[in-house]
């Protein structure tokens, strides 16, 4: 039987979940919030009113990140930070970072009610953006935080309209020197919570994970030019077709992708033919690729074959072929002193538990290298994830603010100096 407690965090998860959703709901109920249009600028100070309400110390920095915070009681400069990312996928689902971000809020609100002030600063983060949806990047909320982007970087990143990203985050009111700069130097570690956007932990029975290492994932552009000309006169001997060579390409990914048996995927998710027309031979096409494995030397491998492949195809087809890759992140192992606490954790909470490989890139993963970092799952039923059909039960949603409040009570209201647990007089088992 749920205990009172779950029920209390699963409907305030719930009507969470629903409220944040409504910006930028679209007409089949999934959530389009790219970064930095009107939907993710009314959802980002709509969560900054929330948060201040409930007693946070609330800011943006200069890229548009919100945090926070709760200020510790010890003498601990360095801060734990816990959240996830607000933007979404164009007709995504409403758990994805969405979850992360009101999960952090819901667990650190529950622990302060019962425990008072921490003993070490906690931040709750709405990251800007992880998706790479509007802008070919991703992880720009996370990457600047960590240093690895710099906020100049955006003057020469363009959407597919032509704005650029630093038209745009000017627009939304950031970039402009109003708020503090984003690199960050205080962070101890960083907790994420997120559902798992596979299917392992359903087809497992499993109710909650840790994970222990994210996939790295290079992403390409790859454009062909060829010459448009008329479909019905133009002999087949004779054309420049790009999109049947962009077709060769393409099947040829997922051919050989296909005969790979230790994980790796590969994706063309976004194609695009000019002039798009019936009765056009395609003149120019643009496609993307996306590889994912959690080993460094097997992406570097298959994206050398691939490259040979599609040069090799483009000559046959007496097209020209220019290879963008805009996305080298490396696969990463997160902290295996955070892993073991939490399958400590797990275990004293009677929770079976087996610890995972995400598939999927999350801000974990640029976090990964920089500071100790913890990622989380829930399961996601029947896997689907980046659609407007995503779902976790509430039950497993509210699994996981618990076992989240058990990490950060873990880590923030314990001696900084003994490393031992402060007791409450007040103590029960979250």
Known sequence: MIDQTSVLIRDELRDSIEWLSHYGKTPSGGVRRLLY???WRKAQHALAEKWKHMGFSVRFDDVGNLFGRVQGRGTDKQVILTGSHIDTVIDGGKYDGAYGILASMVAVSRLLRKYGTPERSIEVVSLCEEEGSRFPLSF???GNLTGKYRPDLAGHIVDSEGISLLKAMQDAGFGLGKYSQPERRDIACFLETHIEQGMTMENRHQVWAPVSHIVGQRRFTITLTGASNHAGTTPMDSRRDTLAAAARMIAGVSRDAAEMTNGLVATVGRIEAEPNTVNVIPGRCRFSLDIRHHQQSVIDQFSRKLTRFFKKTAEQCHVDIQMDQWMDVSPVRLDPQLLALNMKLAEEAGLPCKQMVSGAGHDAQIFGTYCPTSLMFVPSHRGISHAPEEFTRPEDLATG???????????????????????HNDEKPI
């Not at 989240?404 to 402060?422: D, F, H, I, N, P």
């Open 37 to 39: 249009d009107s939907a």
């Open 140 to 142: 720009w909320g996370s």
């Open 401 to 423: 603010v618990r076992m989240l409040m058990k990490l950060l009570y873990q880590l923030a209201w314990t001696s900084e100096k003994s490393g031992k647990r402060v007791i």
